[in-house]
Each structure stands twice: as structure tokens, then as C-alpha cells.
């Protein structure tokens, strides 16, 4: 039934139903997560986002391509996501994306991937000038 209604009705009358449905119950999403799992669950939760607030969806999306690992190993930009994120929007709406990436997290969505890359070099860098000094010691003399 969800999936005969999300793919069948249009966009305008999808976001009526949404917002209809969490006036007299909750978020669909909420419903979605709770009656699908695994892809189906990720494609109808995808589709709500975007048919809800396609920018909003994508700007997420971008945050999430560039967020702090929860596991303790730092930064992790997931390169690929970013790139086909940004080249796939770029002729379309990143305009719009950039703007709700801005409300949403109160930074501009281009300082944010320059402080994230940078953050990025720097620990790559300290990495490497932590080496032990052996290492570096044994390659000068094999030159």
C-alpha cells in the first residue's frame, strides 16, 4: 500500500498527505521506519525526503557525507558520496541545498567542506610527522 502511494500520486498531493498524516498521527517517516527494514526500508525513507524537501533531503545527505565518525577514528569523508552528491545536484538545485544546508546547520555548505578537508590534511600530516624517526632515518640513507 505505501509504495503503491508514493509512486502513483503526485508530488503536491504526496506532501498533503504527509503533513495531513502527522497532524492526526506522527511523522510518516516514523511509520516507515517502523513497519519496513533494510533497503526498502532506506528507498521509502529516501523517497519521503525527497518528495517532503528535496534541498533539506540533500543537504543532510552532504552533511552526513562529511560528519564526525561515531567510533572515535575522527573525520570521515565518505569521497565518493560527496562528489556524486555535488556533480549530480550541481546542474539542478545546489543553490537550494546550499541555502537549507545554511539554515540547517548555520555555516555555509563550502566553509564546511573546507574545514572538514582541511581538518583532514592536518591529521594526515601530524600522522606522518609522527612516523618514527628511523623510518625516515633508513629511507635519507638509501638515497
Given at each position: 500500500?505505501?509504495?503503491?502511494?508514493?509512486?502513483?500520486?503526485?508530488?503536491?498531493?504526496?506532501?498533503?498527505?504527509?503533513?495531513?498524516?502527522?497532524?492526526?498521527?506522527?511523522?510518516?517517516?516514523?511509520?516507515?521506519?517502523?513497519?519496513?527494514?533494510?533497503?526498502?526500508?532506506?528507498?521509502?525513507?529516501?523517497?519521503?525526503?525527497?518528495?517532503?524537501?528535496?534541498?533539506?533531503?540533500?543537504?543532510?545527505?552532504l552533511h552526513e557525507s562529511m560528519e564526525e565518525s561515531?567510533?572515535g577514528a575522527g573525520i570521515v569523508i565518505k569521497d565518493?558520496?560527496?562528489?556524486?552528491?555535488?556533480?549530480?545536484?550541481?546542474?539542478?538545485?545546489?543553490?537550494?541545498?546550499?541555502?537549507?544546508?545554511?539554515?540547517?546547520?548555520?555555516?555555509?555548505?563550502?566553509?564546511?567542506?573546507?574545514?572538514?578537508?582541511?581538518?583532514?590534511?592536518?591529521?594526515?600530516?601530524?600522522?606522518?610527522?609522527?612516523?618514527?624517526?628511523?623510518?625516515?632515518?633508513?629511507?635519507?640513507?638509501?638515497?
Amino acid at each position: 500500500m505505501f509504495i503503491e502511494i508514493l509512486t502513483s500520486r503526485s508530488v503536491p498531493h504526496l506532501r498533503e498527505v504527509f503533513e495531513s498524516y502527522q497532524k492526526i498521527y506522527k511523522r510518516f517517516e516514523k511509520v516507515i521506519e517502523s513497519e519496513f527494514s533494510g533497503s526498502v526500508k532506506t528507498g521509502l525513507l529516501a523517497l519521503v525526503g525527497c518528495i517532503s524537501n528535496c534541498p533539506a533531503y540533500f543537504a543532510k545527505k552532504l552533511h552526513e557525507s562529511m560528519e564526525e565518525s561515531s567510533a572515535g577514528a575522527g573525520i570521515v569523508i565518505k569521497d565518493k558520496h560527496l562528489i556524486r552528491l555535488i556533480v549530480t545536484r550541481s546542474e539542478s538545485d545546489l543553490g537550494d541545498i546550499k541555502i537549507e544546508f545554511q539554515k540547517k546547520y548555520c555555516r555555509s555548505l563550502e566553509s564546511f567542506i573546507e574545514v572538514q578537508i582541511y581538518l583532514i590534511f592536518k591529521v594526515l600530516n601530524l600522522s606522518i610527522m609522527q612516523a618514527p624517526f628511523s623510518c625516515v632515518k633508513t629511507y635519507c640513507c638509501l638515497t
